[in-house]
């Protein structure tokens, strides 16, 4: 539009010169045949065109020649209207394209930043495939190191299942028998090769399976002999039947039990409980393994904090909310976290931090600098 608008303005310029030239041209044309003719000639020249124009403007009257003068005023008006309504639309114009240059300014910008942030992440991604590659190269060489070169790299709901009832038939806690890989099965898996000097890695070898098939399994719990009571008849009264003493069944399969659980893995007293109720004892059976397995409740908080510590990544806050879920009490939880040296992380907020006028004239130079890499 803007250039529309140029061209207009330009045609009007070009015929307004062309209309001078050509009027200009028509005088030195008459101006020539006059200076020819002569002196009698112009004269004569001069003579009629004085009579003409006489005539001409005789014939014309005062109220035509006032139509005529208002016509053209009206003209003249109505072409600075028009003037004034091009040039509002040549500055409305120039505005917008100077709003659409800033915009597409702008949308450059955030183009390269985002070229520079896809480029960014391609070279994290790669470094990332490297590590990855370096980390699996490791992983091979340690497990060639350790004679793991029969590694099962696929197992199926079968084998899983079959081995959650080995390792529960010997003592190691999977809980549910359900041929999935889950966190009670790796928990057991790793306590038995803590038993047996195997290398605690994450891989499941034929080598390992063949370890827990050749462990002697569980004994059978052998029934307690009820106490035949004694009875003793002086003259003809009878003595009452005496209640045997010692646990119970139930209770003493609950006691080897809870044994068994506390062999594979650390528990609290309340989850051994809850352990042991889930896995179909009574409540009362339950506290009585707990009441009589001569657990230190302190050393089992310790181990699991370790067991925590050596599979993942935790703080003070974390690790004791942890051991707060495994129903650990605060008292075994500080000693756990104190023997193993872990201290609580005290971290300020901005408003507890008091800056000096230096450090605000540091800070607000990175974050100059900043802006000016951003850019």
Known sequence: MRRSIKAIIGIGISAAILGSCISFAEDEIMFEEVTQAGPAQQKETETDSDHDSDSSWDDVSSEDFDAVTQELL??????????????????????????LEKQLKTTKKNLNKKKKKVQELEKENEELKSEIEKQNSEIAEIRKAKNETDVIEELTQDMIEQLQKNLNARGYNCGAEDGTMGIGTLKAIRHFKVDHDLPLTDAITQSLINAINATALLPTATPIPTPVPTVI????????????????QEQYNALNAAVSLLNAMPYSYGSLINQLILDGYSENAAVYAANNCR??????????????????????????????F?????????????????????????????YDDDDIDDIDDIIMNDDEQAY
């Open 74 to 99: 009206r003209e003249i008006q109505k072409m600075e209207e028009e003037k004034g309504q091009l040039e509002e639309k040549n500055t409305t114009l120039t505005e917008e394209n100077e709003k």
């Open 233 to 248: 008849l002086p003259t003809a009264t009878p003595i009452p039947t005496q209640t045997p003493s010692g646990p119970t």
């Open 295 to 324: 657990a230190n409740w302190y050393e089992q908080a310790v181990l699991m904090a370790e067991y925590y510590l050596q599979n993942t990544v935790l703080d003070y806050d974390d690790l004791y909310q942890q051991l707060s």
């Open 326 to 354: 495994d129903q650990f009490s605060p008292d075994e939880i500080e000693y756990a976290l104190d023997a193993l040296g872990i201290e609580d992380d005290i971290i300020l907020d901005d408003d507890d931090i008091i």
